[in-house]
């Protein structure tokens, strides 16, 4: 199945990245809002992250190697939990920011322009993490989603501060600003702590989604009417990319070839059950052989033949 890169759509993140740190860090210099300054701190971290997510991407698209035989998909993995990461120091950052303002409350200035300046900014970034998270559960990509999410925890951030300095503009509590701010990095902080979790259990060879498993298992169960049977399945997600083994039980009557057949048309017909990478093998047993039952993992007993 031929990768359609998705380049394109971090090309678009950073381009959105660079438009709202303008547009949020001028809301800052009107304002001097310590609200308006850490929304645009991290709209840096936007930026660091989308031209990271781009780098791995690269990574990840290139075809498997001698060094590589199974693909380098799981770079993807190291881009999530990375902008997992950065997405937490921008949390702290902010409510480092924020905590002198608490003890020594400064008045604000210009709040209905920076207001507006800081609305449009949002508007990009929810427009952009949109189309990064569908994009992203479309085509399985961690990485895209993982900035996709990273862009809306962005919009958030926005949203809290704009509510808080309106509230201050309606109010005259200037304290609520920092306050505001520090609430809204709470909310951060889970977000980047969910991004380093998928990262830890992708990395660590997780199984494909339950509900992928399902139509696989199946599918093999429906085989038995052809006097087929499996078992050992084992399942792996890295990146895009799926990997499938499992062990196929045929009557030990069957030729090499007859076996051989039956396995590639079978294989073929999970890889097309789904639109995205996926690599399926086989391992062909005599169903009449009670060794054959046995459950095999990563690890098997080594037997001399011969």
């Not at 830890?200 to 093999?220: F, Q, R």
């Amino acid at each position: 199945m031929k990768q359609t890169s998705l380049k394109k759509f971090l090309y678009l993140s950073i381009a959105a990245a660079i438009v709202t740190i303008l547009l949020k860090f001028y809301a800052y210099y009107l304002t001097k809002s310590m609200g308006f300054f850490s929304d645009a701190l991290e709209s840096f971290v936007n930026l660091i992250a989308a031209v990271i997510a781009l780098i791995m991407l690269h990574i990840s698209e290139k075809p498997a190697d001698e060094g590589h035989e199974f693909g380098h998909t799981k770079a993807e993995y190291f881009s999530s939990a990375i902008e997992g990461a950065l997405i937490l120091v921008a949390a702290f950052s902010i409510i480092y920011s924020a905590v002198p303002r608490l003890m020594h409350p400064v008045p604000l200035e210009n709040i209905s322009i920076g207001l507006f300046i800081s609305l449009g900014a949002s508007l990009v970034n929810l427009a952009v993490g949109q189309i990064l998270i569908r994009n992203g559960k479309k085509r399985k990509s961690l990485v895209l989603e993982a900035d996709g999410r990273h862009l809306m925890t962005d919009v958030w951030t926005s949203v809290g501060v704009i509510v808080g300095i309106l509230i201050v503009k309606l109010t005259g509590l200037v304290i609520l600003d920092p306050i505001i701010a520090i609430l809204v990095a709470l909310n951060i902080i889970y977000t980047g702590y969910q991004l380093l979790s998928r990262s830890a259990s992708g990395l660590m060879d997780a199984s494909i989604p339950e509900e992928d498993l399902k139509k696989i298992t199946a599918y093999l169960q429906s085989l038995k009417e052809k006097n087929i049977e499996y078992h050992s399945l084992m399942t792996r997600q890295a990146g895009q990319r799926k990997f499938v083994s499992f062990h196929m039980l045929v009557p030990g009557s069957w030729s090499v070839q007859e076996g051989h057949n039956h396995a590639d048309v079978i294989e073929e017909t999970i890889e097309d059950m789904f639109n995205e990478p996926i690599t399926v093998t086989s391992h062909l047993e005599p169903v009449e052989d009670p060794a054959s039952l046995n459950d095999i993992g990563i690890d098997r007993k080594k037997t001399d033949i011969g």
